[in-house]
C-alpha cells in the first residue's frame, strides 16, 4: 500500500493537496485580517467557517482530480519508458519509444532508443564473430585431419618401404646362399613369405 502511494499518480495528488492546504491557510489569514480589521456586516465568524469549509471540500475534490488528470500522461508516458527497458534487459533491442512532445521525457526515450540500436549493433557484430570463429575452428579441424592423414600415410609409406627394402635383401641372400646351403636358403624364403 505505501509502494502504491509513492506513485507518479500519488505524488501529484499530493502536491496538489499541499497546495490546497497553503491556499485554505493564506486564504484564511486574508479573511480573517479582513474580519478583524474592517469588521464588515457580511463578514462573521459563521461565514467564515463555512466559506472555508466549502472552499476545502471544493479544493479537495479538485485536488484530487487535478491530480490524477494531470499525471495520467506523465505515468503512461514513464510506463512506456519502463517497457522499453524491459524489452532491452530481455534482449529485445529493436524495440523503440517515440513521444511527439519535446521534454526530458522525450529525451530520456531519443537515448533509449540510440542504446537499443548500438546494442542491436553489438549483438550483430558478436554474432558475425562467433560465425567466423565456428568457421575458422571448423577449418583448424579440418587441416589438422588432413595434415594426420599425411603423416600417417608418409609413416605407412616409410614402414612398407622399410619392409620391401627388408625383403628384397633377405630374398637376394637366400638366392645367394641356395647353392651353398639349401636348407638354411628354405628357411629363409619361408620366413620372407610369412
Same mark, same amino acid.
Given at each position: =500500500?505505501?509502494? *502504491?502511494?509513492?506513485?507518479?499518480?500519488?505524488?501529484? %495528488?499530493?502536491?496538489?493537496?499541499?497546495?490546497? %492546504?497553503?491556499?485554505?491557510?493564506?486564504?484564511?489569514?486574508?479573511?480573517?485580517?479582513?474580519?478583524?480589521?474592517?469588521?464588515?456586516?457580511?463578514?462573521?465568524?459563521?461565514?467564515?467557517?463555512?466559506?472555508?469549509? !466549502?472552499?476545502?471540500?471544493?479544493? #479537495?475534490? =479538485?485536488?484530487?482530480?487535478?491530480?490524477? *488528470? +494531470?499525471?495520467?500522461?506523465?505515468?503512461?508516458?514513464?510506463?512506456?519508458?519502463?517497457?522499453? !527497458?524491459?524489452?532491452?534487459?530481455?534482449?529485445?533491442?529493436?524495440?523503440?519509444?517515440?513521444?511527439?512532445?519535446?521534454?526530458?521525457?522525450?529525451?530520456?526515450?531519443?537515448?533509449?532508443?540510440? #542504446?537499443?540500436? &548500438?546494442?542491436?549493433?553489438? &549483438?550483430?557484430?558478436?554474432?558475425?564473430?562467433?560465425?567466423?570463429?565456428?568457421?575458422?575452428?571448423? &577449418?583448424?579441424?579440418?587441416?589438422?585431419?588432413?595434415?594426420? *592423414?599425411?603423416?600417417?600415410?608418409?609413416?605407412?609409406?616409410?614402414?612398407? +618401404?622399410?619392409?620391401?627394402?627388408?625383403?628384397? =635383401?633377405?630374398?637376394?641372400?637366400?638366392?645367394? =646362399?641356395?647353392? &651353398?646351403?639349401?636348407?638354411?636358403?628354405?628357411?629363409?624364403?619361408?620366413?620372407?613369405?610369412?
Amino acid at each position: =500500500m505505501l509502494k *502504491r502511494l509513492s506513485s507518479i499518480r500519488y505524488t501529484f %495528488i499530493r502536491s496538489h493537496l499541499f497546495g490546497l %492546504i497553503l491556499n485554505t491557510f493564506v486564504l484564511l489569514a486574508v479573511l480573517l485580517s479582513v474580519h478583524v480589521w474592517f469588521t464588515p456586516q457580511w463578514l462573521s465568524a459563521g461565514a467564515i467557517l463555512l466559506f472555508m469549509g !466549502i472552499y476545502f471540500l471544493l479544493g #479537495l475534490f =479538485m485536488a484530487f482530480y487535478a491530480g490524477f *488528470r +494531470s499525471s495520467g500522461d506523465l505515468k503512461d508516458r514513464i510506463d512506456s519508458l519502463s517497457t522499453v !527497458i524491459t524489452h532491452l534487459a530481455r534482449g529485445n533491442f529493436k524495440t523503440k519509444v517515440l513521444f511527439s512532445e519535446e521534454d526530458e521525457i522525450a529525451r530520456i526515450a531519443s537515448e533509449l532508443n540510440e #542504446l537499443g540500436g &548500438k546494442l542491436q549493433e553489438q &549483438k550483430d557484430a558478436l554474432v558475425r564473430l562467433a560465425d567466423e570463429k565456428a568457421e575458422l575452428a571448423k &577449418k583448424a579441424h579440418s587441416a589438422a585431419t588432413r595434415e594426420e *592423414r599425411q603423416r600417417l600415410a608418409r609413416d605407412v609409406h616409410d614402414a612398407v +618401404s622399410q619392409q620391401l627394402f627388408a625383403l628384397t =635383401m633377405m630374398s637376394q641372400a637366400a638366392v645367394r =646362399m641356395f647353392d &651353398k646351403k639349401p636348407d638354411q636358403a628354405k628357411r629363409q624364403l619361408e620366413e620372407i613369405s610369412a
